[in-house]
């Protein structure tokens, strides 16, 4: 295509196995998307692809194209093209903004109030609409995970070290949070294993979520989470005394194909009867499942069916989502991209959120966001959505901004 005089820039779509950080201490952090356009650098990047852009759309209506070029340049133009037209519908939505301003600046030396509130009602509408179109198009610049689409196993254990009883009933509390996201988000929700605590609370528990997007709104949920809350018996809930317990989430893409070949003489196979409600058969049949890769010493049970062979091809299912999960890991490892977003040693300092009853508190620790009402947080509905969201414009917004900086760093060496 050099021959054309066609100069392609390198872009964020090109960039395979992009991944963010959370852990940008030393990045100015941006708190909206509307911010991030505003900067010089996103602004120079964004002009450059709209004028690429429209060297593709020039260069196809050339005679002299071979089919290769063709195909390669619809290709591209197809990938441009969203991105140029958010970028012009952003543009214009600036326009009305600043003639808005204009407008207030004028009212309020003239003390037309009255005006001057509706003009600003009218403003604050369309910074919302700014918002909006500028995270539609980091959303089109940030390349795709290739697992975000996928169903996802995910588990929550009570921590062993900390808290006592209030790990596990809160152990409990998040797991109902998560199954009711999941009728939420309108998601299949399928018990796998559930091992409930004698007091009431739950030691451990994992799911089958299947759906639209699940991997996507869900992989920012692994971690440590911690709670802080006076307990309701005991000396410390007349003393009014807060307790901290944490407890951990993991949440492992399933993709729908996994290609893991798993060796019968690797597993060990034990079964055992069911632990947690489900009617007759607990307590009563050998139908629960634990298998254990031998070469890993990753174990996983199944307790959800009245069937043997069930509970065993489910937990064979989940062996293979945590090999392959394995392999993904080694591969971001390899890339020098591995996120810890997840388990890490399950220590209070590595803790992803904070659940804080006393102060009725939500905090984020990772993107320094507070949310109010603990309670809507857990019901898994509007509250619990809109902190996923938010975890996943700030994930854009990182991922824009750290890839313009290597590439200003690599423009700048020379590179």
């Known amino acids: 295509l050099y021959s054309h005089g066609f100069w392609r820039l390198k872009s964020l779509l090109d960039t395979a196995g992009f991944t963010l950080s959370f852990n940008s201490r030393h990045r100015k952090i941006h708190q909206d998307s509307q911010a991030l356009w505003k900067h010089e650098a996103v602004q120079k990047y964004l002009e450059a692809l709209s004028k690429e ?78 918002n909006l179109l500028c995270r539609k198009l980091f959303q089109l610049l940030v390349p795709k995970e290739k697992y975000d689409r996928s169903p996802v196993i995910l588990e929550v254990t009570a921590g062993r070290t900390t808290g006592g009883d209030i790990c596990q009933q809160f152990t409990k509390e998040m797991f109902e949070m998560y199954q009711n996201y999941a009728d939420y988000k309108r998601w299949t929700f399928d018990i796998v294993n559930y091992t409930p605590a004698e007091i009431g609370g739950l030691h451990h528990a994992a799911a089958h979520i299947s759906g639209e997007d699940v991997y996507r709104h869900l992989k920012y949920e692994g971690g440590t989470h911690r709670v802080q809350r006076i307990p309701e018996t005991g000396m410390s809930s007349r003393m009014q005394r807060i307790h901290t317990g944490t407890m951990s989430v993991i949440v492992l893409p399933q993709p729908e194909e996994v290609d893991i070949k798993v060796d019968p003489k690797d597993l060990r196979i034990d079964t055992f009867r069911a632990k947690g409600a489900g009617g007759q058969h607990v307590n009563k049949t050998d139908s629960a499942v634990r298998i254990v890769h031998l070469p890993t010493g990753l174990a996983v049970e199944c307790q959800q069916e009245r069937s043997q062979q069930l509970n065993k091809e489910i937990a064979l299912r ?98």
């Open 318 to 415: 989940t062996l293979r989502a945590k090999l392959y999960q394995q392999i993904i890991e080694k591969q971001l490892s390899q890339e020098q991209s591995a996120r810890k977003l997840q388990l890490g040693t399950r220590a209070q300092s590595e803790r992803i959120r904070t659940y804080n009853f006393t102060q009725d508190r939500v905090t984020d620790h990772r993107i320094s966001y507070e949310a109010r009402n603990i309670k809507e947080i857990l019901c898994g509905k509007d509250a619990l959505d809109k902190l996923i969201n938010r975890l996943l414009e700030f994930a854009e917004i990182e991922a824009v901004t750290e890839y313009l900086e290597n590439l200003q760093a690599s423009e700048g060496g020379g590179c």
């Open 53 to 130: 852009y429209q060297q593709v759309s020039h260069l196809l209506n050339a005679d002299s194209l071979t089919d290769f070029e063709q195909r390669t340049l619809r290709r591209r133009c197809a990938d441009l093209s969203p991105i140029a037209a958010a970028f012009q519908e952003i543009k214009e939505a600036e326009k009305e903004v600043q003639e808005l301003e204009a407008m207030c600046r004028e009212l309020d030396r003239r003390d037309e109030n009255q005006l001057l509130e509706l003009a600003l009602e009218e403003k604050e509408t369309l910074d919302e609409k700014m």
